[in-house]
């Protein structure tokens, strides 16, 4: 696998982080009076959820309706789900647990380990660890569910990710960065798969697939571990929590810690495309799985922000209410090259942008523009109205006279 700095193609695209949706899908509050919610996890019928009122972690099936209540044991940091499993850390971060609520079964898996993450019969997680200690016995650790064996896969104290049968974590490089590893449980080969710019360690890797997401420097990230290709997803240097499933990547935009505003969006892998799904700047904590997003929100205490209550959103039921697209009268030829570019976006935008990809750009619905130089130039449409923004790519390639 090819380091980033030299091989893979960095893609910017162009964001509008105010941008709301108001009918990208449909809003369920699921709890009433929740108190002081710390993070939230959604796995196939099941929602998840942590608090710090009573240190517990609690449960909500999609299907029933019922509410479990787990003791939690002192939970501290995210959880992860599969299934009906949860796994935590628990004891003021000195152990890792796992809850199945169909049994009602609560486990300690390790202790003097924390930050686990969970799929199918795999838990992994690091070792603890406290300000002051050394690294000596750093480690990331593989625990198998069906022989109870922990293989330690990685010298490391970081926050793995897990998915199918790769492994994910960040690693100090040495140069003023961090490098992403992957594991491959069933090779145990371990790869770097690209490298980022930034100083502090990527705790909220997450994995889907062939993607990775992480954050750098307050910005989403994604890597396609297929292609070798690194997207940046945004660009405001205030984004937190990133979680992916499938297409759908999900994250918090304003410090989830602080008492500041903070909302939540997801932004669309296929189609390039950025949603804000709440509005009420008092939204954090989310996770994704299949078309359904859960996280946390204190619209219903917003003085003290102590109320913090669970809510469902579903994205089966949305509707794409705008579409960018556009056309132009050539794609190639030879410079200077004059190219006429025509909107053809559904959903009646009322701004565009588009950006032309040799530095000039223009804000006409139908712009003329002229090429002055061989080359091949990626134009970009960005559209709006008050449903949203979308953008669209085009390549336009420009050749040299004989």
Same mark, same amino acid.
């Given at each position: 696998m090819e380091n980033k700095a030299r091989q893979i193609l960095v893609v910017f695209l162009i964001l509008i982080a105010s941008a709301t949706v108001v009918s990208a899908g449909t809003e369920t509050q699921l709890t009433q009076d929740?108190?002081?919610?710390?993070?939230?996890?959604?796995?196939?019928?099941?929602?998840?959820?942590?608090?710090?009122?009573?240190?517990?972690?609690?449960?909500?099936?999609?299907?029933?309706?019922?509410?479990?209540?787990?003791?939690?044991?002192?939970?501290?940091?995210?959880?992860?789900?599969?299934?009906?499993?949860?796994?935590?850390?628990g004891d003021d971060g000195d152990s890792v647990y796992m809850c199945e609520v169909s049994t009602n079964n609560e486990t300690m898996i390790?202790?003097?380990?924390?930050? /686990?993450? $969970? *799929? &199918?019969?795999? !838990? #992994? %997680? =690091?070792?603890?660890?406290? @300000?002051?200690?050394d690294h000596e016995n750093d480690g990331i650790y593989l625990y198998d569910l069906n022989t109870h064996n922990e293989t330690k896969i990685a010298a490391v104290y970081s926050s793995p990710a897990i998915y199918g049968e790769k492994v994910v974590w960040s690693q100090e490089n040495g140069d003023n960065g961090y490098d992403i590893y992957l594991h491959d449980i069933s090779t145990q080969q371990t790869d770097t798969i690209t490298t980022t710019?930034?100083?502090?360690?990527?705790?909220?890797?997450?994995?889907?697939?062939?993607?990775?997401?992480?954050?750098?420097?307050?910005?989403?990230?994604?890597?396609?571990?297929?292609?070798?290709?690194?997207?940046?997803?945004?660009?405001?240097?205030?984004?937190?929590? /990133?979680? $992916? *499933? &499938?297409?759908? !990547? #999900? %994250? =918090?935009?304003?410090?989830? @810690?602080?008492?500041?505003?903070?909302d939540i969006y997801i932004y669309e892998i296929s189609a390039a495309k950025t949603t804000r799904i709440t509005t009420s700047d008092l939204a954090f904590a989310p996770s994704v799985y299949g078309d359904k997003i859960v996280y946390a929100d204190c619209r219903n205490d917003p003085d003290f922000e102590e109320v913090r209550d669970i809510y469902l959103y579903d994205l089966?039921?949305?509707?794409?209410?705008?579409?960018?697209?556009?056309?132009?009268?050539?794609?190639?030829?030879?410079?200077?090259?004059?190219?006429?570019?025509?909107?053809?976006?559904?959903?009646?935008?009322?701004?565009?942008?588009?950006?032309?990809?040799?530095?000039?750009?223009?804000?006409?619905?139908?712009?003329v523009h002229t090429y002055l130089s061989a080359g091949n130039y990626t134009a970009c449409l960005t559209v709006s109205n008050a449903n949203g923004t979308d953008s669209k790519l085009a390549t336009i390639n420009v050749r040299n006279k004989c």
């Open positions: 929740e108190r002081l919610t710390l993070r939230t996890s959604i796995s196939a019928n099941h929602v998840f959820w942590t608090e710090i009122a009573g240190n517990d972690v609690h449960a909500y099936d999609l299907t029933t309706g019922k509410r479990t209540d787990i003791v939690g044991n002192s939970v501290v940091g995210k959880i992860n789900a599969y299934g009906d499993k949860v796994v935590w850390t390790a202790s003097e380990r924390r930050s /686990p993450d $969970i *799929y &199918g019969n795999y !838990i #992994v %997680y =690091t070792n603890n660890y406290y @300000y002051g200690q710019n930034s100083s502090i360690p990527e705790s909220e890797l997450d994995i889907c697939g062939n993607v990775v997401v992480w954050t750098e420097s307050g910005n989403v990230y994604i890597y396609d571990i297929a292609s070798y290709k690194t997207t940046q997803v945004t660009n405001n240097g205030d984004a937190y929590q /990133p979680a $992916i *499933y &499938g297409d759908w !990547i #999900v %994250y =918090t935009i304003g410090d989830p @810690y602080s008492g500041g505003s903070k089966s039921n949305a509707s794409n209410n705008i579409v960018a697209n556009f056309t132009s009268n050539v794609t190639s030829g030879t410079a200077p090259l004059n190219v006429s570019f025509s909107d053809t976006s559904e959903g009646t935008p009322n701004t565009w942008y588009w950006d032309f990809g040799d530095g000039d750009i223009s804000n006409e619905q139908y712009p």
